[in-house]
């Protein structure tokens, strides 16, 4: 492969503890041509992700958690366009490779599970042979016992039993075909697995066994993810770190212990106050105001028609993405000097 490689970076992570950046997002933007006006899914997004964590992204409907992780995967579809930024894989920018040499970071170093995977599963298909597929499709033909082996150890690594490899989609569970398709992404050994919304068509106690299964997946195989969610409790067991995106726009990211205790954005303080609590019994905090309009975001912040801390500045400058406190950024004139 002809890629050189321009970016590759040691330093402190959430943690503390010198820890390689496996991907690097710099001021991504995506945007939809709509006939109405381009329509900013993703606009000036930065973030980062270590060897061997898990990045939960949070945010409403619409934010731009879809697109953010289409992007990374280069596979945006007509009418969005990558407009600008970088995309860096272990150093390589994706945002601007092209033809053969896309197509082998992609396969080889990046995985997906697509929001719905388990029902995109072919129904017609033994399980063997569509990870046999997903392996030799990538990798070239490989001696059948070989073959096999490997795809028995992948189903261990999940948690599946062996008897899982001659078996069709409709005999298994839920929470098995979702491990199923964990299976499938990892068969290549990739750097990043990005999993949109893994667990949210299971029921709870199958939610949290492929939740397990993800963790036990990244300890094992030392791999990073990407996980794309709105059960914030599962977030708070699964991730290292929360990244919050509201409107297009990544607005707060820390270790997920701290940002559960001290949310600094406005947005993340009334996502969190939203987390229904049975000892509580709190009343529904609902966040009042409107999104704006995604084709015609206002000067200034992008929270400002809901905020209740919005003041002068908000309405005018756009507040920038800072580590106000160790590790934790935060996108709020609040916590500017
Ligand atoms: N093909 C498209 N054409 C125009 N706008 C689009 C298109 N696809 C997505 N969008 C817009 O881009 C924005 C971000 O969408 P995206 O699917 O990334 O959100 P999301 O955070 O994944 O939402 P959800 O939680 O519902 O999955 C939304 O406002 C959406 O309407
Ligand atoms: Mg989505």
């Known amino acids: 492969m002809s890629v050189s490689v321009t970016h590759v970076v040691e330093e402190n992570d959430s943690s ?25 899914a993703v606009d000036n997004v930065s973030f980062k992700v270590y060897q061997g964590e898990i990045v939960g992204l949070v945010g409403e409907s619409g934010c731009g958690k879809t697109t953010t992780a289409m992007a990374i995967l280069r596979l945006v579809q007509p009418p969005g366009r990558i407009v600008g930024g970088e995309i860096l894989l272990d150093g390589i ?3 601007t490779l092209q033809g053969p040499d896309l197509r082998a970071v992609r396969w080889d170093r990046l995985a997906l599970i697509p929001q719905g995977a388990m029902n995109s599963l072919n129904p017609v298909m033994r399980i063997s042979k569509q990870i046999a597929d997903a392996i030799e499709t990538h990798q070239g033909r490989m001696p059948s016992k070989e073959l096999k082996e490997r795809i028995i150890s992948l189903l261990s690594t999940v948690g599946l039993p062996s008897r899982v490899y001659n078996m069709f989609p409709h005999e298994l569970s839920g929470g098995m075909k979702q491990r199923a398709c964990i299976a499938m992404a990892i068969a290549l050994n990739p750097s ?15 939610q949290r066994v492929v939740g397990e299964t993800l963790l036990d997946v990244k300890d094992r195989l030392g791999v990073s993810m990407i996980i794309i969610g709105h059960d914030m409790g599962l977030m708070a067991q699964l991730v290292d770190r929360l990244a919050v995106m509201y409107a297009g726009r990544m607005v707060e990211i820390s270790p997920v212990g701290t940002v559960f205790e001290e949310p600094l954005h406005p947005y993340t303080q009334l996502l969190i106050e939203s987390i229904p609590s049975i000892k509580e019994r709190k009343p ?19 929270f400002q028609l809901r905020c209740p801390h919005v003041h002068d500045k908000c309405l005018s400058v756009d507040p920038p993405l800072a580590e106000v406190r160790p590790n934790h950024h935060v996108a709020c004139h609040l916590y500017y000097e």
């Open 16 to 40: 503390g503890k010198d820890r390689k950046v496996i991907l690097e997002v710099k001021n991504l933007k995506v945007y939809y041509a709509t006939p109405t006006g381009e329509v900013r």
């Open 284 to 302: 529904l905090k609902l966040t009042e105001g409107i999104t704006h309009d995604l084709r015609n975001p206002p000067p200034g912040c992008i």
């Open 192 to 206: 990043l697995v990005i999993a949109d919304e893994p667990t949210s068509a299971l029921d709870v106690v199958v």
């Open 93 to 95: 920018n994706l945002a």
